[in-house]
């Protein structure tokens, strides 16, 4: 087994920084001392990185706070301005774009809708001009996390099938046009990450995302599964019935997604409203709507029971805009999963909608970026991160080093 090489003093103040930022990010603004006891380092090392901090922007020192007995402390917090991200969802039909501090506060947000048949390079240019005239000082941004509805390995997009995009290097593009460093993911796994980097620390999670097709994403210990090609997640190509070619066969997604659940509605109604419309009717207790509804959530519990042998998971979180029919999905799915349950804590595992909704998949990209920086202990530099927490080759992924 090959040895890990002992980190240096560069590489040991860096994890400080790192912590010291992390415990900001996590619990808000907070006094040298107690921030020492958060992080367990010594006062004088916690004073010395954060004055660090301070000299390059990174932290504010707020006004004097009094708890308790003894001098007030200086309250210490993160520096919105310098700690800005760029998240963006290249959807199948829309674009969505959200700017993040590394505290989670929002400094603008826009999205438009878009054609599935226009060229990569044409999406990407509207996106680059939307930057540049909407942003002042993007160059100041630590970078642009981008998400693809696809197969993502590395850097370069492998196949997105519900755009038809193939072999395309959409990160090096997107570099060349605004001059920033840019990461790409998966749609799926970003919006999984969202769920763990902005809220609470599960493991693992499993994210599904519901929308006229199905996909997952994973997350262990704060790292995205990737697979050894970036194809893990894609659950809704999982095949069904004794087809001798995937031509021949029918996915997982035949069943379990929005086209799904539309397609059974229309053909039982005769009416012909789309996923939204059929939320209305459901509300009005159409006996169509509400039984095509329920077949959606049993399928959905059968899919979670199968999640479950193949991950284990902690907590299995719904997304995408299937996410809004969560009134009606709950109580059915939950009977599904105690009566398929492999092993009586499956049946209580807890599943529920995203916490971010449509937004969780930019939010996801944006949290790439800023898990980098945190990484490198909030450096803007790109190389291989010294941290756990940065972009790192697990679970059988090829290593970022020889890809980039």
């Known amino acids: 087994m090959a040895r890990s090489?002992?980190?240096?003093?560069?590489?040991?103040?860096?994890?400080?920084r790192r912590r010291i930022l992390e415990a900001l990010r996590r619990n808000g603004p907070t006094s040298r001392a107690a921030l020492a006891r958060t992080v367990g380092l010594t006062k004088s090392t916690v004073s010395?990185?954060?004055?660090?901090?301070?000299?390059?922007?990174?932290l504010n020192e707020g006004h004097p706070r009094s708890v308790g007995l003894g001098r007030p402390g200086t309250q210490l917090e993160v520096c919105s301005q310098n700690t800005l991200a760029l998240g963006v969802e290249l959807?199948?039909?829309?674009?969505?774009?959200?700017?993040?501090?590394?505290?989670?506060?929002?400094?603008?947000a826009w999205d438009w809708a878009e054609s599935p048949h226009t060229p990569l390079i044409e999406r990407l240019q509207k996106l680059a001009a939307h930057i540049q005239g909407q942003i002042p000082?993007?160059?100041?941004?630590?970078?642009?996390?981008?998400?693809?509805?696809?197969?993502?390995?590395?850097?370069?997009?492998?196949?997105?099938?519900?755009?038809?995009?193939?072999?395309?290097?959409p990160a090096a593009m997107l570099r060349s046009m605004l001059g920033l460093p840019v990461i790409v993911e998966n749609d799926a796994n970003a919006s999984a990450l969202s769920e763990t980097f902005w809220g609470e620390h599960q493991s693992p999670l499993v994210y599904i995302v519901m929308t006229t097709?199905?996909?997952?994403g994973l997350v262990v210990d704060g790292q995205v599964y990737r697979g050894r090609w970036g194809a893990a997640g894609e659950l809704g190509h999982?095949?069904?019935?004794?087809?001798?070619?995937?031509?021949?066969?029918?996915?997982?997604?035949?069943?379990l997604s929005l086209r799904?659940?539309?397609?059974?509605?229309?053909?039982?109604?005769?009416r012909s409203e789309g996923f939204w419309g059929l939320l209305q009717r459901a509300q009005q207790q159409d006996p169509y709507a509400l039984e095509a509804l329920q077949h959606l959530a049993q399928e959905l519990g059968r899919f979670v029971a199968n999640l479950c042998v193949a991950y284990d998971p902690a907590v299995v979180?719904?997304?995408?805009?299937?996410?809004?029919?969560?009134?009606w999905l709950e109580a059915p799915l939950r009977s599904t999963l105690r009566a398929l349950a492999f092993i009586p804590q499956h049946a209580e595992l807890p599943v529920r909608p995203s916490a971010f909704g449509h937004l969780a998949p930019a939010m996801g990209a944006a949290a790439l970026v800023l898990q980098r920086f945190l990484a490198n202990g909030g450096t803007r530099d790109w190389s291989p991160p010294i941290s756990a927490l940065g972009t790192r080759p697990t679970f059988g992924e090829a290593s970022m080093q020889r890809r980039n």
């Open 260 to 270: 799904a659940v539309v397609r059974d509605y229309q053909a039982a109604s005769k």
């Open 5 to 16: 090489t002992p980190l240096d003093q560069q590489s040991i103040k860096r994890q400080n």
């Open 317 to 327: 979180v719904l997304g995408g805009a299937g996410a809004e029919a969560w009134p």
């Open 48 to 58: 010395s990185l954060v004055q660090e901090l301070i000299e390059e922007g990174l």
């Open 213 to 216: 097709g199905l996909g997952t």
């Open 137 to 169: 000082d993007y160059q100041h941004l630590l970078g642009v996390g981008l998400t693809i509805p696809g197969v993502i390995n590395g850097q370069a997009l492998v196949y997105a099938p519900g755009l038809g995009w193939r072999n395309e290097q």
């Open 238 to 255: 999982w095949l069904s019935g004794k087809a001798k070619s995937r031509l021949e066969a029918q996915d997982a997604e035949d069943l």
């Open 91 to 108: 959807g199948v039909e829309n674009t969505q774009v959200i700017v993040l501090d590394l505290s989670n506060q929002p400094h603008g």
